[in-house]
């Protein structure tokens, strides 16, 4: 039996919001967070740590439970793999556009009958754009490193990629065919709302590489001081929540049907709002973790770092 759409929506959102508490939980909790949340040169610093406590305490006084999550903490992958949520998002974004055109051709109705599918093929081309800029970058200004990361991570990372190139869709095929044909009025795609969302996702873009450029020609370990690195802690992560938003409000269901009385909570794709919220807390732990690293590691600029918001300004 075919699961429906509407299934496969929940399940999405469902993955986004578990993940975001299950990112929180792990925050708030000690054990969990020294482990498994920090990487790079906070994680180098955790081992030397925890190496130190435990040659003073020995490892038979250790629990089970803390050997237990010791074990677990060693599965890490590489930092680079980053580079792989990316190639899995560009596979993902031009399976689901080849797909579009392909039944675009071959059933030229597709788009009359349901033409917010153009809406959601805009955004998979801007999420496509999104992940081949993520990639060059990667390859070619990110500097080599040594680090790790757990392999929960990873995991979640691959998983993220898959749920947001489908999240793109989703609400756009649960909504059934129009039983008549959509008038070349109501295919009209640039309305001011479609050319806002494109300014601001190509203006986060912008930006957000200028800032890995910066980051990128930075001395390792040095605190960044130019752009908005003087007001934020990651300003990269800043622009990568902006550039989900740009889509969440621009993949909506109800731009095209403007005879439509569908209430105004309609007009925001809300299962790219739960991919925002997942982001947003991702970044937002992990901006977290870094402030305090960088309070511990540059002392003697404690009281400016202490300034700086994370990644939301007057908010958090």
Same mark, same amino acid.
């Given at each position: ?9 929940? #399940?999405?959102?469902? &993955? %986004?919001?578990?993940?975001?508490? +299950?990112?929180? $939980?792990?925050?708030?909790? @000690?054990?969990? !967070? ?61 399976? #689901?556009?080849?797909? &579009? %055109?392909?039944?675009?051709?071959? +059933?030229?109705? $597709?788009?009359?009958?349901? @033409?917010?599918? !153009? ?198």
């Amino acid at each position: 039996m075919a699961i429906p759409p509407s299934a496969v929506v929940w #399940a999405i959102r469902a &993955f %986004y919001l578990f993940s975001s508490a +299950a990112i929180i $939980t792990v925050c708030l909790i @000690p054990a969990f !967070a020294d482990r498994f949340l920090a990487y790079g040169a906070r994680a180098r610093r955790h081992t030397i740590d925890t190496r130190g406590k435990r040659g003073t305490v020995g490892q038979s006084q250790q629990s089970v439970g803390t050997q237990l999550l010791d074990h677990l903490a060693t599965f890490t992958v590489p930092h680079s793999w980053f580079t792989h949520f990316y190639v899995l998002s560009l596979v993902c974004s031009l399976t #689901a556009l080849s797909t &579009f %055109y392909y039944y675009g051709y071959y +059933a030229g109705a $597709t788009i009359k009958q349901n @033409p917010d599918l !153009a809406t959601a093929a805009f955004g998979a081309h801007l999420m496509l754009l999104q992940g081949l800029r993520r990639l060059l970058e990667c390859v070619y200004v990110t500097r080599n490193s040594t680090s790790r990361m757990w392999v929960g991570h990873y995991a979640i990372g691959m998983a993220f990629y898959i749920a947001t190139n489908m999240a793109i869709w989703i609400e756009q095929l649960c909504r059934p065919p129009s039983p008549r044909p959509a008038t070349a009025e109501q295919i009209v795609f640039w309305t001011w709302r479609t050319i806002i969302c494109t300014v601001l996702f190509f203006g986060a873009s912008e930006r957000q590489n200028r800032y890995h450029r910066y980051l990128s020609s930075l001395k390792k370990y040095s605190l960044p001081e130019k752009y908005a690195f003087r007001y934020l802690i990651a300003p990269h992560y800043t622009m990568e929540c902006v550039i989900y938003l740009s889509m969440a409000l621009l993949d909506t269901p109800s731009i095209f049907n403007q005879e439509s009385q569908l209430p105004m909570a309609t007009k925001i794709n809300w299962t790219l709002v739960c991919a925002l919220m997942f982001v947003a807390v991702n970044l937002g732990v992990t901006a977290d973790g870094t402030k305090e690293w960088q309070r511990q590691k540059f002392h003697e600029n404690s009281s400016e770092i202490e300034k700086r918001w994370r990644i939301i300004p007057w908010l958090f």
